[in-house]
Structure formats: C-alpha cells, structure tokens
C-alpha cells in the first residue's frame, strides 16, 4: 500500500521534462498547494481505466497552466475560461476520446462562468475538474467569485462584504438546477477520508463520460497557502473549519444510473463533401502572378502593419493576405488586439508565401507599416536589414533610424483625406505596397477588396486610393 501511494501513476511523467528550467523533478506549485495532489489523483484514475492515449487533459489560465508539465497524455493550453468550448469542439470531434477540462475558481467562475453554464446546460459529454481555492492564487491573490464573505485578499483588502462583492458563488448547487449534468460532487483534499472520497468522485465523474451519460464536474475544495498567506497547515485547516461550511462536500447530483448513453450520430464525409461545406469547392478567382519577379528580400514577405484602432490596419492585413491567396500562394493574418485600442499600437501579421506557413507570426518583418508614431518606435528595431519601412507621414514625425533599410514616406492620411474619408488612408498604403513590392498586383488586391469590405458602396473610393498610393511612389 505504502508503495502504491507513493508511486507515480503510469500517465504522469516521471520528470517533467517540459519545464524549462534544470530543475525537473519538482513541480511549480508552492508547498501545500491543492493542485499537486488533484493532479495526482486525476493521473492515478486515467492509469486505472487505462484511457491515458486518448485522454486530452486541457490547462487554462492559472496555475494549471502547466498542466501539460505533468500528464503524459493529450494536452491542450487554452485561453482564460474557454476551456469548456475547447472541450466542446474537442469532444464532438472525436467523442471517443476522454477530455478533461481542469479550471481553477477564477478561470471557470469569473471570466469562464457563461461557458461552464452552457458547456454543462448542453450536457455535453466532458468532465471538468473545478479546483476551487477561493482565489486567483497565480496572479498573487486576488478575490474570486468563490472568495468568503470576510476573506481578506489583495482586492478586498478589508475582506469580502457581501454588501460590496456579493456572496461566493457555488458552482455545485447552481449547476444542479440545469437538466444537463449527469454527475456533480463537491470534494477537498484536506485529510486521508476526503482525499478517497475525492478520488472516488473524480473516477465516477471520468466513468460517466467513458460511458457516454453526459456532463460531469467535481469541484474541489483546496488550499492555496500563498494566495491565502497562511501555512500549509493553517491552509489545510482553513479549507476544514471555514470554506467546508459554505461549501458543503457531498454528491449534487448523480444520474448516472438512470441515463441512456448519448448516441453520438457517426458521420463520415468526403473530401469533397468537407470542400463543399467550407465553401472551398468553388474555383477561387486567380491572378497570375511570380515571386520571382519580386525582389528578393521581400519575396514570401513578412509584414507587419500597425497603427491606431480605427486606422483600418487589420482591413489592409486582410486585404493584402486576401490578394495573396487569390495569386494562389500561402497566407496567414493574425490580429493582434488588446490595449492598443486605447491609443498604443493596433497591429497585424500578414505572411504570403509559396511554401506552407509554419508559424503566422511575424516578428522580423520584411515589409513594416507604420501608421503612426508609437508603431514606427515600437518594431523599427525588429525589420530585418534590407527590409523595408512604409510609414504614415501625416502622423509619423520623425524618419526611421536605421540605415540598413528602405523606407519610404507617404502622407497616407493627408492623401485619403483629399479623396474624402480618412478612412482610406489604409489603401493609400495599399497602393504604395504594391507600387513599390509588387508582392500582390493591383488587379488581385480590388478582388480581394470585393471580399473584404462588407459595404460595397465604399469599394470605388478604396480603389480609388489604392491608385493614388501607386502614384504617389511612382513619382517619389
Ligand atoms: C484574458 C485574461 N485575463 C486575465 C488574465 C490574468 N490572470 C491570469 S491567472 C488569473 C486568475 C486565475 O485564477 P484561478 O482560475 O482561480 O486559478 P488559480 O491560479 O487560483 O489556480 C488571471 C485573472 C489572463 N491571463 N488572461
Ligand atoms: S499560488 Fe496558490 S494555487 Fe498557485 S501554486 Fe501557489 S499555492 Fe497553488
Ligand atoms: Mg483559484
């Protein structure tokens, strides 16, 4: 028994050679963190119902995120609160296979707690280990939706009033009021009797799904000393004397039993039929068109295009990778969202490529649009020597430093606003890249635009400054 308990399950590795440092046999939680012992009894259950090759464990934000450190199985590293609709996608991909989503209180709670309700409302077939430790510990203790009514953490410094913050959430109780559930436990790992009738949980939850009955969850009360800056022990007893009282350990809900298996509808489908539904089957228009006669430093270009929210970069991303795929070659676009909007840096990648993409991220550019100011500072530095600056003088005020580059000026904003709508300064740009590049020819970037832009109406003026862009280079 003794060796038993101190073995390590067959589907957690035995050194943990995805961590990046040399230290490779310990995990990153703090001492007396929750999640050591929650990995190990998941681990320990995936062994016994030797489901490891088709397990697909899912790490969100938290600190699971390293989750895929530890189990030898599938793994998928998903945004904060999505992995219920990751899991979805997963499952009903291949519903054989045995998704686990593992979140933390903050992850499924807060920023997740619409997708855990529709994710368990569809009674989709996924188990979900909710790890529930009153806190976000990773980003250094703040409150959570389950954080007690007086618990002091670093946003509510004079402890959680409910008159302020509302009451902790409990997730059990309100996922029991939904038809989709088959099995929902409230578990904690503080002593040798919880931690079994935790383990128990976790196996039914995990057999429920094996046996295709439907949505299972088993939430698990655990200490986070750090977050909660207390010692292991205070922590351990903390989750016994305090949280056990508004969070009650037992079965919610078990259906197991009484529920038929889902039948999963097997659909098998053709090439073509596949082509079809994702609209690929239809001819794309084609612009001939040779990277050859590009020269060499921005052949399969890299580009980078930034500016402010609202100055179209993402359109003029789309538009040119749009181009670039009706010449018939690889593209890639990818937005780059975020704080930007409120005045840094609004900026996109766009590759096009007579070879396979690996990577659509682009940070050595070829070819870097700067629209304005804080964009020409931020990624100067990352073009490539020999590459090539576009840069927005109606906004940018200085030249590009380096001398190891071209760089051409365009007043792109002055220029669209002489043609009528600032809007365009974008395809002002445009224009100025194919002029200068020739990566994508003029005919195939007003195709693309006919794709892109939603209101038609607007076309002729886009093409309009496409033209003016070409000019302006052509004259410079
Ligand atoms: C979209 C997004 N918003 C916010 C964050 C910052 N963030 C990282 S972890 C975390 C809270 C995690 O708390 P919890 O899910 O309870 O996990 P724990 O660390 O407590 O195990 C937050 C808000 C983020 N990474 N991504
Ligand atoms: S901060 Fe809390 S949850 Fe995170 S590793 Fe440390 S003890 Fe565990
Ligand atoms: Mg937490």
Redesign the pocket.
């Known amino acids: 028994m003794a060796k038993d308990i101190l073995s390590t399950p067959k589907s957690f590795y035995k050194e943990f050679f995805r961590k990046p440092d040399a230290d490779k046999t310990n995990t990153h939680y703090c001492p007396g963190c929750g999640?050591g012992v929650i990995h190990k009894l998941l681990a320990e259950a995936i062994e016994d119902f030797g489901i490891a090759d088709r397990t697909i464990i899912i790490s969100?934000?938290?600190?699971?995120?390293f989750a895929y450190y530890y189990f030898d199985t599938g793994n998928v590293q998903v945004?904060?609160?999505r992995a219920p609709a990751v899991a979805t996608g997963l499952k009903r991909a291949n519903p054989n296979s045995i998704v686990i989503s593992y979140?933390?209180?903050?992850?499924?709670a807060?920023?997740g707690g619409n997708n855990i309700l529709q994710a368990a409302n569809r009674g989709e077939n996924i188990t979900v280990i909710f790890?529930?430790?009153a806190?976000?510990?990773?980003?250094g203790g703040?409150m959570?939706p389950t954080t007690l009514i007086g618990q002091k953490t670093t946003t509510t410094p004079y402890g959680r009033a409910a008159a302020n913050e509302g009451y902790p959430i409990r997730i059990c109780e309100l996922l029991s009021a939904l038809s989709g559930p088959v099995y929902l436990a409230r578990g904690a790992i503080t002593d040798p009797a919880t931690i079994m009738k935790t383990r128990l949980a976790i196996r039914k939850a995990i057999k429920a799904q094996m046996d295709y009955k439907g949505f299972s969850l088993v939430e698990i009360l655990?200490p986070?000393p750090s977050?909660w800056r207390m010692t292991p022990v205070e922590a351990k007893k903390w989750v016994k004397e305090q949280m056990v009282k508004i969070f009650p350990l037992g079965t919610f809900k078990d259906e197991t039993k009484e529920r038929e298996p889902i039948a999963y509808e097997k659909r098998e489908y053709t090439k073509e039929e596949i082509k079809q539904a994702l609209g690929l089957d239809k001819e794309a228009p084609h612009f001939s068109h040779s990277m050859d006669d590009v020269k060499p430093i921005w052949r399969n270009p890299k580009i980078k295009i930034s500016g402010f929210g609202g100055q179209g970069v993402l359109l003029l991303g789309n538009t040119l990778a749009e181009a670039g795929m009706e010449q018939g070659y690889h593209v890639s676009w990818i937005p780059s969202y975020g704080p930007e909007m409120r005045g840094g840096t609004a900026n996109c990648h766009v590759q096009i490529s007579t070879s396979e993409i690996a990577s659509p991220v682009v940070d050595h550019p070829s070819i870097l649009v700067a629209m304005n100011l804080p964009s020409l500072d931020r990624f100067e530095d990352d073009v490539v020597p020999g590459g090539l600056i576009i840069y927005n003088t109606s906004l940018v005020t200085r030249a590009p430093k380096r001398t190891d580059i071209e760089s051409i000026p365009i007043p792109a904003t002055d220029i669209a606003d002489k043609l009528g709508s600032l809007k365009v300064a974008n395809m002002v740009v445009l224009g100025a890249i194919i002029e200068k590049t020739g990566i994508v020819t003029e005919e195939a970037a007003i195709s693309a635009l006919n794709t892109v832009v939603k209101h038609k109406k607007f076309i002729p003026l886009n093409i309009e400054a496409i033209k003016s862009g070409r000019e302006y280079v052509r004259n410079l």
């Open positions: 999640h969100p934000v938290g600190c699971s995120v945004a904060h609160g979140q933390g209180d903050g992850d499924l807060a920023i790890v529930n430790n806190i976000y510990g990773m980003t703040q959570a655990s986070c977050g």
